[in-house]
């Protein structure tokens, strides 16, 4: 069946949901659902920016006509989207059993247009309407209305790659690397060797030592305090001789030997 201009008019509507979608941060696809008497019933476009990948607007309309319309009315209305149902939506599409889907652009242009954009490609094949629903009228591509679907996936790639670039904030605020400057490695290597405290305690003189941990002497009374008698001298003492001496001085004998 040949594209007419009433379905050229609601296929444009289709395409302006895709770009409405674009606008919100989502991915150029819109549908809509068409009455047997030519009344948009029901209208949608890709919301698969919150991490849900099925929620694609051919599924939405599908579940929709399931709860709202008859099987009568769903077999003789009609789907226009901007672009060919994938696997899942013509499968929801089969499944129901809505009428005659008309797209603006097929899933073999999507396929080259990811190639030639640099998109992610899909993980589920880009099989055509007929593969996964033999029985659907199916009609399309529109020529004009395809390559406006283009420059939305076009559109699209770019926002995405500069929302994934850091911004200027961010590259204002990371360390730059100049031309001529040292590295890390050279940096560590000519720093000024600076001890450390315990470095410091070993290598320094006990008066600087004071001075520099804050340390004073309490003042004390008695020999070896400053005006005081002057401290005896400690003898050195053998175990057997002179320290044996020292306990006989105080009264007590030396331990006997086993």
């Known amino acids: 069946m040949v594209i007419t201009d009433r379905d050229r008019a609601f296929l444009t509507r289709a395409v302006d949901l895709a770009e409405a979608a674009v606008r ?33 607007p051919e599924v939405a309309i599908a579940r929709w006509a ?9 077999a003789q209305s009609v789907v226009y989207t901007s672009g060919e149902h994938c696997p899942m939506c013509a499968a929801a599409h089969g499944w129901v059993g809505l009428g005659r889907i008309v797209y603006a652009s097929s899933s073999a242009q999507l396929t080259e247009w990811a190639r030639e954009l640099g998109l992610s490609s899909s993980p589920v094949a880009a099989l055509p309407i007929s593969s996964v629903v033999p029985g659907a009228e199916v009609d399309g591509p529109d020529a004009e209305l395809a390559e406006r679907v283009r420059a939305l996936h076009a559109q699209r790639s770019v926002s995405t790659s500069v929302a994934s670039a850091p911004s200027l904030d961010d590259r204002e605020s990371r360390p730059q690397a100049h031309a001529g400057a040292p590295s890390l490695d050279d940096r560590e290597s000519r720093r000024p060797c600076v001890p450390t405290g315990t470095e410091l305690a070993v290598a320094m003189p006990i008066s600087s030592l004071a001075a520099w941990t804050g340390w004073r002497r309490h003042p004390r009374s008695g020999p070896g305090a400053p005006g005081g008698a002057p401290r005896r001298a400690r003898r050195a003492c053998s175990p057997d001789a002179a320290c044996g001496s020292r306990r006989q001085r105080r009264g007590t004998s030396s331990p006997s030997s086993r």
Do not use: K
């Not at 919301?47 to 099925?54: K, P, Q, S």
């Open 66 to 74: 399931a709860v709202n319309l008859t099987p009568e009315v769903r």
């Open 24 to 56: 919100a941060g989502d991915e150029p696809f819109g549908s809509v659902l068409v009455s047997p008497a030519g009344e948009i019933l029901m209208e949608d476009h890709n919301r698969v920016g919150g991490g849900d990948r099925t929620q694609h």
